[in-house]
């Protein structure tokens, strides 16, 4: 059973108009877009999600996957009456996003693949990480999960932008939390890498602590045809760090994804 979730529709909606659906990051809200839907919903319409548990969407209490996720977002597409679409997602985002796109090919205009991972280290980690949320709540691990979303030297320029991304991640359901915790533990999409058939942007952040250039480079050395670019200086959360450096980039992305012939 799919969840209700939380979402944004921003700019003209025509059957000409492509869409553009955002997926954000473990512990985040649709605001970490916002940057990017100011520019996009110019000739776009754009559809900025919050996943199950997260922002404002419905908090599904247990462990869930990466399908349930994708899942979520392809229903609320359905009640929105999109069929295809170009996806983007960041981290946990990007990891929906790649199921979307080896799952429902026939949906998917393009992907952008942001800070994310084929497979987000040892299942270990994010088994613990779990348990200490529902343990102890966001607030836990609210100040280190913070620290990895923007560069040190930002941070420390730049205090009020700290607070804001740290009201983010408390902002989030403890449960919400930990079963996206759950659904990053389970991932491994490395041997269905080859089956994204879809133009395809990878990108990285040059100082991203939770998934580093290599993990992206992985991603990209497995996807035919796609397109790498490492942005600097950036940690994990460059949508907010170098918010217009990245919207550029999608915006060439999506460019060369519409040219005439390709989809
Ligand atoms: O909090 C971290 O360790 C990074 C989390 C991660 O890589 C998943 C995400 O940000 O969606």
Redesign the pocket.
Known sequence: MPATLSYEVSGPRSPETPVVVLLG???SDRRMWDAQVRDLRVDHTVVAVDHRGHGGSEVVPGPATIADLAGDVLALLDSLEVDRFHVTG????GAVAQWLAVNTPERILSAALL?T?AR?GEPSGWIERAAAVREGGTEAVADA?VA?WITPARAEAEPELVARLREMVVGTAAEGYAAACDA?SGWDNRADLGRISCPTLVLAGDEDP??PPDVLREIADGIPGSRFVTLSPAA?VPTVEIPDRVTEVLREHLTAASAPGRV
Do not use: D
């Open positions: 990051s473990l512990g960041l981290s946990l985002g800070c991972a987000f999960v990895w990053l939770s998934t994990h």
